[in-house]
């Protein structure tokens, strides 16, 4: 097992000392001042920011550790009331076969619709930006949290809620001790996939609603053809995605269970 993983690190890191390498030579060979720059300018860049992140020179001149708070904020907030709203409502169409089909078709044609679409009605309806942003994120967030709550507890075991109601447990003993708890691998699936979707959908609505935020800050930075900025912002967001789904990613292994 540790040989294996050894392995695993020792190609990963080749691939990355290749993926390197062949950016330092396709940048080597543009014209200087033009073209992608390559991995050093980057590194330099990143550790200039690095330096100072929390800095607020103004609306346009905040440090990369302030636009990642901004863009989180506004994640934490939309992503949590949609995934409460979405078990809530998952726990109810699982429950009921016929209101699952009869909601369903409704469901599936708001599913395909981009959570940028509906930008222009909230900036319209609520003149807020910022809390337009939150409520793309709650639309992008809703729908898988909601269709795999629906599933798995649609699927739990009918042993398992006849032993309540023989039991004659209330209707929230129920759902807390019995319901979440089987449906519990399924839900966290979709808070998993809702999360990144929120991250994707966050960068894009802050690039049209401005002010705060590493969305604006990448699109700031491109007018400014500050493309070494651009590029570790590109990075940093990369990074930001993988430590939000490997944390859900941990609480998935601890919640999944053998029968």
């Known amino acids: 097992m540790r040989r294996d993983r050894l392995r695993v690190i020792g190609v990963s890191a080749l691939l990355g000392l290749a993926f390197l390498l062949l950016w330092q030579g396709l940048a080597g060979l543009q014209p200087a001042g033009r073209g992608i720059p390559g991995p050093l ?54 429950l009921s076969p016929t ?35 939150i409520l793309v994120i709650f639309m992008s967030s809703l729908w898988p949290t909601l269709a795999n709550t629906a599933f798995g507890v649609a699927t739990i075991k009918r042993d398992y809620l006849n032993v309540a109601a023989i039991l004659q447990l209330s209707w929230w003993r129920r759902l807390v001790t019995v319901i979440l708890p089987a449906a519990a691998p399924a839900i966290v699936a979709g808070l998993r996939i809702s999360i990144g ?62 029968e």
């Open 99 to 133: 209101l699952y089909r009869a909601v369903n078709p409704y469901v599936q044609v708001l599913k395909p619709i981009s959570p940028l679409a509906w930008m222009p009605l909230f900036l319209y309806t609520i003149k807020d930006s910022s809390q337009s942003a």
């Open 41 to 94: 300018p980057v590194a330099a860049t990143a550790v200039q920011m690095l330096a100072h992140p929390f800095y607020n020179n103004g609306p346009n001149d905040k440090g990369i550790g302030l636009q990642l708070a901004a863009s989180l904020g506004r994640l934490g907030i939309g992503w949590v009331v949609a995934s409460v709203v979405a078990i809530m409502g998952g726990v109810v169409l699982g």
């Open 197 to 258: 979707s929120a991250w994707v959908a966050i960068v894009a609505a802050e690039m049209l609603i401005g002010g705060t935020g590493i969305g604006y800050f990448v699109w700031n930075e491109w007018n400014n053809l500050a493309l070494t900025s651009v590029i570790f912002a590109i990075l940093a967001i990369g990074v930001i995605g993988v430590l939000l789904d490997s944390a859900l990613g941990r609480l998935s292994r601890r919640l999944a269970y053998t």
